[in-house]
């Protein structure tokens, strides 16, 4: 019945109960302009659900928020950071470093693996495509097993 829409291959996006969200500091050219890799993972796996490189503001809150919006979570662990505590709902959302460990440990993954997303590195981008475009290929490849 799929061959009838041009298609035999279905994305089906799991439920996931629980996520931990958190942001990431990095920058480009200089420590001046600062740039942030916001993203999420499934609290029981530690499988990233959605990622968004962007300034630190709510936009990029709001913008992950979209991301994960098919997944139907229930419930979000977070640091205090105020963007959190101003969109997520208050009965979805708990603040606090217990919940938080997975996405916390995934940082210092990724320090360690991108150099560009060392606090004290000389290996850097000069503009924000080419910043965005490494990290997201590292990402897509290592979390998700393709390229973009």
């Known amino acids: 019945m799929l061959e009838q829409f041009g298609s035999t291959e279905v994305d089906v996006v799991p439920y996931i109960e629980e996520a931990e969200m958190d942001e990431m500091w990095s920058f480009v050219g200089s420590k001046k ?26 936009a990029a809150l709001i913008q992950l928020q979209a991301l994960l919006a098919p997944f ?15 969109y997520l709902e208050s009965s979805k959302h708990t603040i606090g470093k217990a919940n938080t460990q997975k996405i916390e440990r995934k940082h ?13 590195t000389i290996c850097f981008s000069k503009s ?6 490494v990290i997201g290929l590292f990402i897509n490849r290592y979390e998700f097993g393709r390229a973009i």
């Open 72 to 86: 139907g979570i229930e419930q979000f662990y977070t640091d205090n950071w105020g963007a959190y505590s101003r």
């Open 33 to 58: 302009q600062q740039r942030w890799l916001w993203h999420a993972i499934d609290h029981q796996t530690g499988q990233v659900l959605a990622y968004v490189l962007a300034p630190h503001t709510d």
């Open 108 to 120: 210092l993954t990724l320090r360690t693996r991108i150099k560009r997303l060392a606090r004290k």
């Open 128 to 133: 924000i495509w080419l910043h965005d475009v």
